[in-house]
Protein backbone atom coordinates (compact mmCIF):
# COMPACT_ATOMS: atom_id res chain seq x y z
CA UNK A 1 0.00 0.00 0.00
CA UNK A 2 1.17 3.65 -0.70
CA UNK A 3 0.74 5.68 2.11
CA UNK A 4 2.48 9.09 2.32
CA UNK A 5 4.86 9.46 5.71
CA UNK A 6 5.13 13.59 5.53
CA UNK A 7 8.00 14.12 8.04
CA UNK A 8 8.67 18.25 9.16
CA UNK A 9 11.65 18.53 11.04
CA UNK A 10 11.43 21.49 13.61
CA UNK A 11 14.66 20.61 15.28
CA UNK A 12 17.69 19.02 12.90
CA UNK A 13 17.87 15.30 12.88
CA UNK A 14 20.70 12.91 12.17
CA UNK A 15 20.82 12.00 8.73
CA UNK A 16 18.55 8.83 7.19
CA UNK A 17 16.44 8.88 10.58
CA UNK A 18 13.51 10.58 9.16
CA UNK A 19 13.29 7.87 6.36
CA UNK A 20 13.55 4.72 9.39
CA UNK A 21 11.16 6.97 10.79
CA UNK A 22 8.69 6.19 7.70
CA UNK A 23 9.68 2.90 6.94
CA UNK A 24 8.15 2.21 10.72
CA UNK A 25 5.10 4.25 9.95
CA UNK A 26 4.73 1.80 6.74
CA UNK A 27 5.35 -1.19 8.70
CA UNK A 28 3.17 -0.63 11.50
CA UNK A 29 0.25 0.55 8.66
CA UNK A 30 1.12 -2.70 6.52
CA UNK A 31 1.04 -4.77 9.92
CA UNK A 32 -2.45 -3.42 11.16
CA UNK A 33 -3.51 -4.43 7.53
CA UNK A 34 -4.58 -0.99 6.52
CA UNK A 35 -5.58 -1.55 3.12
CA UNK A 36 -6.34 2.07 1.87
CA UNK A 37 -4.11 4.45 1.46
CA UNK A 38 -3.18 7.01 4.11
CA UNK A 39 -1.73 10.11 4.92
CA UNK A 40 0.15 10.39 9.04
CA UNK A 41 1.78 14.07 9.33
CA UNK A 42 5.04 13.23 12.06
CA UNK A 43 6.58 16.44 13.54
CA UNK A 44 9.94 15.99 15.12
CA UNK A 45 10.65 18.45 17.69
CA UNK A 46 12.20 19.36 21.18
CA UNK A 47 10.84 19.55 25.13
CA UNK A 48 9.55 23.09 24.89
CA UNK A 49 7.58 22.67 21.95
CA UNK A 50 5.78 19.50 22.91
CA UNK A 51 5.33 20.70 26.58
CA UNK A 52 3.33 23.35 24.97
CA UNK A 53 1.18 20.82 22.77
CA UNK A 54 0.79 18.83 26.40
CA UNK A 55 -0.75 21.97 27.86
CA UNK A 56 -2.93 23.25 25.10
CA UNK A 57 -4.43 20.30 24.10
CA UNK A 58 -4.02 17.87 27.36
CA UNK A 59 -3.58 20.15 29.67
CA UNK A 60 -0.71 17.80 30.98
CA UNK A 61 1.92 20.84 32.03
CA UNK A 62 5.22 18.57 31.53
CA UNK A 63 6.73 17.51 28.41
CA UNK A 64 6.34 13.85 26.63
CA UNK A 65 7.90 11.55 24.07
CA UNK A 66 5.38 12.01 21.92
CA UNK A 67 1.98 12.44 21.53
CA UNK A 68 -0.68 10.69 18.80
CA UNK A 69 -3.82 12.87 17.42
CA UNK A 70 -5.98 10.80 15.42
CA UNK A 71 -8.55 12.15 12.87
CA UNK A 72 -11.07 9.35 13.91
CA UNK A 73 -12.52 7.06 16.77
CA UNK A 74 -11.33 4.06 15.95
CA UNK A 75 -11.07 0.68 17.75
CA UNK A 76 -8.15 -1.84 18.10
CA UNK A 77 -8.55 -3.87 14.88
CA UNK A 78 -10.43 -1.39 12.97
CA UNK A 79 -9.13 -0.03 9.86
CA UNK A 80 -9.81 3.19 7.69
CA UNK A 81 -12.21 2.78 5.52
CA UNK A 82 -12.30 4.43 1.34
CA UNK A 83 -15.06 6.41 1.97
CA UNK A 84 -12.80 8.57 4.89
CA UNK A 85 -10.53 9.50 2.07
CA UNK A 86 -9.89 13.29 0.89
CA UNK A 87 -11.33 13.36 -2.84
CA UNK A 88 -8.76 14.89 -4.42
CA UNK A 89 -6.02 13.17 -2.97
CA UNK A 90 -7.86 9.46 -2.64
CA UNK A 91 -6.00 9.23 1.07
CA UNK A 92 -7.49 9.44 4.12
CA UNK A 93 -5.68 11.48 6.77
CA UNK A 94 -5.42 9.42 9.75
CA UNK A 95 -3.73 11.72 12.24
CA UNK A 96 -0.87 13.69 13.18
CA UNK A 97 2.12 12.45 16.00
CA UNK A 98 4.28 14.86 17.03
CA UNK A 99 8.22 13.23 18.78
CA UNK A 100 10.18 15.13 20.79
CA UNK A 101 13.44 14.32 19.68
CA UNK A 102 15.51 15.89 22.90
CA UNK A 103 13.10 13.41 25.12
CA UNK A 104 13.67 10.63 22.50
CA UNK A 105 17.74 10.64 23.08
CA UNK A 106 17.55 10.74 26.42
CA UNK A 107 15.45 7.34 26.61
CA UNK A 108 17.50 5.46 24.25
CA UNK A 109 20.61 6.77 26.55
CA UNK A 110 18.56 5.56 29.62
CA UNK A 111 17.23 2.40 28.40
CA UNK A 112 21.06 1.22 26.44
CA UNK A 113 19.47 1.34 23.13
CA UNK A 114 19.97 3.67 19.53
CA UNK A 115 18.00 6.74 19.00
CA UNK A 116 16.80 4.90 16.07
CA UNK A 117 14.82 2.23 17.99
CA UNK A 118 13.84 4.66 19.97
CA UNK A 119 12.38 6.54 17.34
CA UNK A 120 11.23 3.74 15.28
CA UNK A 121 9.33 2.72 18.65
CA UNK A 122 7.13 6.06 18.98
CA UNK A 123 6.88 6.25 15.72
CA UNK A 124 4.98 2.70 15.84
CA UNK A 125 3.43 3.32 19.11
CA UNK A 126 2.08 6.58 17.70
CA UNK A 127 0.64 4.85 14.74
CA UNK A 128 -1.37 2.15 17.26
CA UNK A 129 -2.79 5.24 18.87
CA UNK A 130 -4.00 6.83 15.67
CA UNK A 131 -5.77 3.07 14.77
CA UNK A 132 -7.37 3.05 18.37
CA UNK A 133 -5.15 1.05 20.65
CA UNK A 134 -5.02 2.67 24.03
CA UNK A 135 -3.18 2.36 27.37
CA UNK A 136 -4.53 3.95 29.98
CA UNK A 137 -4.56 1.19 32.18
CA UNK A 138 -2.10 -1.36 33.17
CA UNK A 139 -4.73 -3.86 31.85
CA UNK A 140 -5.10 -6.45 29.33
CA UNK A 141 -5.08 -3.72 26.52
CA UNK A 142 -1.53 -2.40 27.23
CA UNK A 143 -0.51 -5.48 27.10
CA UNK A 144 -1.95 -6.14 23.54
CA UNK A 145 -0.67 -3.05 22.80
CA UNK A 146 3.11 -3.79 23.64
CA UNK A 147 2.73 -7.18 22.06
CA UNK A 148 1.37 -5.11 18.50
CA UNK A 149 4.81 -2.87 19.22
CA UNK A 150 7.09 -5.50 19.81
CA UNK A 151 5.93 -7.89 16.64
CA UNK A 152 6.17 -4.91 14.28
CA UNK A 153 9.40 -3.52 15.60
CA UNK A 154 10.47 -7.37 15.10
CA UNK A 155 9.53 -7.04 11.25
CA UNK A 156 11.87 -3.95 10.67
CA UNK A 157 14.74 -6.34 12.56
CA UNK A 158 14.78 -4.09 15.46
CA UNK A 159 14.59 -6.11 18.98
CA UNK A 160 15.54 -5.55 22.54
CA UNK A 161 18.92 -6.23 23.47
Request: aromatic content about 4%.
Amino acid sequence: MEHQIWVEEEVPAPAGLAARLEEAVNAALDAEGVDVPCVVEVCLTDDEAIHQTNLEMRGVDRPTDVLSFPMFELQPGEKPRAEWADPDTDRVLLGDMMISLERARAQAEEYGHSLEREICYLAVHSVLHLLGYDHLDEGPMKQQMRAREEAILGRLGIVRT
